[in-house]
């Protein structure tokens, strides 16, 4: 039997930002690698008074995980006890992150699903099925 993964679960971007705008205890971690937050984009948190806070969950440029994870998102502002909002690329990292902080005691913790870029579209492309950028939802870039 293969045993699910625990974490409080995935939420669309569009919900999530919802939450995170509702629940002043709410965060959002972007796990995605620095070349994605510079050149790809960031979600944009201002108008609801927060700033996405930006620890990679495996290191730039040779995808390794990132040992110190835990202590830089504890460095970051992360609480035990108030929920987490991770996002990656396409929601796969940030699951990974989520399973991981709910096993260390913090969250509840979830996983934007879709991430920022969203799905691959028929011609295999991201960034037009799903997604927080799909969404309308606030963002920038450099």
Not at 19 to 36: I, N
Not at 75 to 99: D, T, W
Not at 110 to 123: L, M, P, R, S, Y
Request: net charge negative; hydrophobic share 40%.
């Amino acid at each position: 039997m293969i045993k699910e993964p625990s974490f409080a679960g995935n939420v669309m971007p569009a919900d999530a930002f919802d939450a995170l705008a509702s629940d002043q205890d709410a965060m959002l971690v972007d796990v995605r690698t620095e070349p994605e937050w510079r050149f790809v984009g960031l979600p944009d948190l201002t108008a609801i008074g927060k700033q996405v806070k930006l620890v990679q969950w495996q290191i730039y440029p040779d995808g390794q995980l990132n040992t110190t994870f835990v202590q830089e998102c504890q460095a970051a502002g992360v609480e035990k006890g108030k929920p987490v909002y991770f996002l990656c690329r396409s929601g796969v990292r940030s699951m990974h992150a989520a399973v991981a902080m709910t096993a260390r005691g913090y969250g509840p913790c979830f996983n934007v699903a879709q991430g920022f870029e969203g799905d691959k579209d028929t011609d295999m492309h991201r960034g037009r099925v799903g997604g927080w950028k799909v969404a309308g939802l606030p963002w920038s870039q450099e």
